[in-house]
Protein backbone atom coordinates (compact mmCIF):
# COMPACT_ATOMS: atom_id res chain seq x y z
CA UNK A 1 0.00 0.00 0.00
CA UNK A 2 3.02 2.27 0.88
CA UNK A 3 4.46 1.62 -2.65
CA UNK A 4 1.23 3.03 -4.20
CA UNK A 5 0.91 6.03 -2.53
CA UNK A 6 4.80 7.60 -3.24
CA UNK A 7 3.98 7.46 -6.96
CA UNK A 8 0.65 8.81 -6.55
CA UNK A 9 1.82 11.27 -4.75
CA UNK A 10 4.45 12.23 -6.46
CA UNK A 11 1.88 12.36 -9.57
CA UNK A 12 -0.21 14.55 -7.44
CA UNK A 13 2.17 17.33 -7.11
CA UNK A 14 3.47 17.06 -10.97
CA UNK A 15 0.05 17.90 -11.98
CA UNK A 16 -0.39 20.43 -9.56
CA UNK A 17 3.28 21.90 -10.35
CA UNK A 18 2.08 23.98 -13.49
CA UNK A 19 -0.74 25.30 -12.21
CA UNK A 20 1.14 26.66 -9.19
CA UNK A 21 4.30 28.20 -11.59
CA UNK A 22 1.88 29.76 -13.77
CA UNK A 23 0.69 31.57 -10.91
CA UNK A 24 3.77 32.98 -9.70
CA UNK A 25 3.88 35.76 -12.29
CA UNK A 26 5.63 39.24 -11.13
CA UNK A 27 4.20 42.05 -9.64
CA UNK A 28 4.01 45.22 -11.79
CA UNK A 29 3.29 48.28 -11.21
CA UNK A 30 -0.07 49.38 -11.67
CA UNK A 31 -0.09 51.76 -13.98
CA UNK A 32 0.18 52.22 -17.94
CA UNK A 33 0.49 55.39 -20.83
CA UNK A 34 -1.96 55.79 -22.97
CA UNK A 35 -1.80 58.53 -25.74
CA UNK A 36 -4.55 58.88 -28.04
CA UNK A 37 -3.74 59.94 -31.44
CA UNK A 38 -5.82 62.98 -31.28
CA UNK A 39 -2.93 64.04 -28.75
CA UNK A 40 0.07 63.02 -30.61
CA UNK A 41 -1.79 65.26 -33.68
CA UNK A 42 -1.85 68.11 -31.28
CA UNK A 43 1.22 68.09 -30.14
CA UNK A 44 2.92 68.11 -33.53
CA UNK A 45 0.42 70.79 -35.07
CA UNK A 46 1.60 73.12 -32.11
CA UNK A 47 4.86 72.39 -32.57
CA UNK A 48 7.42 74.84 -33.39
CA UNK A 49 10.59 74.23 -35.68
CA UNK A 50 12.53 74.47 -32.29
CA UNK A 51 11.42 71.42 -31.27
CA UNK A 52 8.90 72.92 -28.69
CA UNK A 53 5.20 73.67 -28.40
CA UNK A 54 4.13 77.13 -27.47
CA UNK A 55 3.84 75.88 -24.12
CA UNK A 56 7.31 74.88 -24.18
CA UNK A 57 7.53 71.13 -23.94
CA UNK A 58 7.68 68.39 -26.96
CA UNK A 59 7.09 65.47 -24.27
CA UNK A 60 4.03 62.70 -24.76
CA UNK A 61 4.72 61.13 -21.86
CA UNK A 62 7.28 61.92 -18.93
CA UNK A 63 9.96 59.60 -18.17
CA UNK A 64 8.47 56.03 -17.04
CA UNK A 65 10.82 55.18 -14.53
CA UNK A 66 9.51 51.54 -13.92
CA UNK A 67 9.95 51.16 -18.13
CA UNK A 68 13.12 53.50 -18.16
CA UNK A 69 11.08 55.03 -20.91
CA UNK A 70 9.57 58.89 -21.91
CA UNK A 71 8.56 59.73 -25.29
CA UNK A 72 8.25 62.99 -27.17
CA UNK A 73 7.76 64.74 -30.69
CA UNK A 74 10.75 65.92 -32.42
CA UNK A 75 10.68 67.93 -34.77
CA UNK A 76 13.52 69.59 -37.50
CA UNK A 77 13.19 72.26 -39.46
CA UNK A 78 14.85 72.35 -43.21
CA UNK A 79 18.59 72.56 -43.41
CA UNK A 80 20.47 74.55 -43.66
CA UNK A 81 21.55 75.58 -41.20
CA UNK A 82 21.48 72.65 -38.81
CA UNK A 83 21.44 71.87 -35.31
CA UNK A 84 23.92 70.62 -33.72
CA UNK A 85 25.12 66.83 -33.05
CA UNK A 86 24.39 65.48 -29.73
CA UNK A 87 25.41 62.72 -27.34
CA UNK A 88 23.65 61.39 -24.27
CA UNK A 89 25.45 59.42 -21.64
CA UNK A 90 22.36 58.20 -19.65
CA UNK A 91 19.88 57.52 -22.69
CA UNK A 92 19.35 56.03 -26.35
CA UNK A 93 16.67 56.99 -28.36
CA UNK A 94 14.41 54.89 -31.36
CA UNK A 95 13.18 57.19 -33.80
CA UNK A 96 9.94 56.85 -35.80
CA UNK A 97 9.89 59.32 -38.77
CA UNK A 98 5.76 60.27 -38.63
CA UNK A 99 6.61 63.38 -41.90
CA UNK A 100 9.57 64.15 -44.00
CA UNK A 101 13.34 63.12 -44.00
CA UNK A 102 16.26 64.07 -44.05
CA UNK A 103 20.49 62.42 -43.93
CA UNK A 104 21.12 61.71 -40.18
CA UNK A 105 24.71 60.82 -39.38
CA UNK A 106 24.93 58.06 -36.56
CA UNK A 107 28.56 57.36 -34.99
CA UNK A 108 31.77 58.31 -35.12
CA UNK A 109 33.34 61.50 -33.23
CA UNK A 110 32.04 65.22 -32.05
CA UNK A 111 33.08 68.16 -33.84
CA UNK A 112 34.55 70.89 -31.55
CA UNK A 113 32.73 69.12 -28.54
CA UNK A 114 31.31 71.13 -25.99
CA UNK A 115 30.23 69.37 -22.50
CA UNK A 116 26.09 71.06 -21.77
CA UNK A 117 26.36 69.02 -18.08
CA UNK A 118 24.59 65.88 -16.90
CA UNK A 119 26.04 63.34 -19.49
CA UNK A 120 24.94 65.64 -23.01
CA UNK A 121 27.64 66.83 -25.40
CA UNK A 122 26.75 68.77 -28.75
CA UNK A 123 29.33 69.82 -31.11
CA UNK A 124 29.40 71.68 -34.39
CA UNK A 125 28.96 67.75 -36.89
CA UNK A 126 30.50 64.61 -36.65
CA UNK A 127 33.94 63.59 -38.27
CA UNK A 128 33.97 59.81 -39.53
CA UNK A 129 30.20 58.41 -38.30
CA UNK A 130 27.45 56.58 -41.25
CA UNK A 131 25.51 58.81 -43.19
CA UNK A 132 21.50 57.26 -43.56
CA UNK A 133 18.80 59.13 -45.60
CA UNK A 134 15.46 58.24 -43.07
CA UNK A 135 11.71 58.40 -44.45
CA UNK A 136 8.64 58.37 -43.55
CA UNK A 137 7.55 55.04 -41.75
CA UNK A 138 11.47 54.57 -40.93
CA UNK A 139 12.67 53.79 -37.26
CA UNK A 140 16.31 54.14 -36.34
CA UNK A 141 17.53 53.29 -33.22
CA UNK A 142 20.64 55.52 -31.47
CA UNK A 143 22.74 53.76 -28.76
CA UNK A 144 23.53 55.14 -25.25
CA UNK A 145 26.37 57.97 -25.52
CA UNK A 146 26.40 57.36 -29.80
CA UNK A 147 26.73 60.56 -31.37
CA UNK A 148 23.84 62.01 -33.87
CA UNK A 149 23.18 64.51 -36.20
CA UNK A 150 20.65 65.54 -38.37
CA UNK A 151 22.95 66.84 -41.25
CA UNK A 152 20.65 67.53 -44.57
CA UNK A 153 17.20 68.00 -43.80
CA UNK A 154 15.92 69.17 -47.25
CA UNK A 155 11.78 69.75 -46.54
CA UNK A 156 11.69 69.47 -42.24
CA UNK A 157 11.32 66.12 -40.67
CA UNK A 158 9.01 65.23 -37.67
CA UNK A 159 9.75 62.19 -35.41
CA UNK A 160 8.13 60.00 -33.07
CA UNK A 161 11.34 59.75 -30.20
CA UNK A 162 11.06 56.83 -27.22
CA UNK A 163 14.17 58.14 -25.02
CA UNK A 164 15.55 54.87 -23.52
CA UNK A 165 17.32 55.09 -20.30
CA UNK A 166 18.36 51.41 -19.31
CA UNK A 167 20.65 50.88 -16.06
CA UNK A 168 23.91 52.06 -16.10
CA UNK A 169 26.56 49.15 -15.65
CA UNK A 170 29.09 49.65 -13.47
Known sequence: MRSLLTPAAVLGVMLLAPTTLAQQYPNYPDHFAY??????????????????????????YPLDTDLGIRASIGKRGKTPPTDGAEVHGSFGHTWLIVEGGGTVVMGGKLKDPKDLGNGNWSGSGI???REIVLKKGDIITCQVGMP??????????TYLAFHVFPPMKK
Request: net charge negative; aromatic share 6%; no cysteine.
Open 127 to 129: EGG
Open 35 to 60: VPAERVDDIIRHMGISGRTKGGSNEI
Open 148 to 157: HWWKDVPEGV
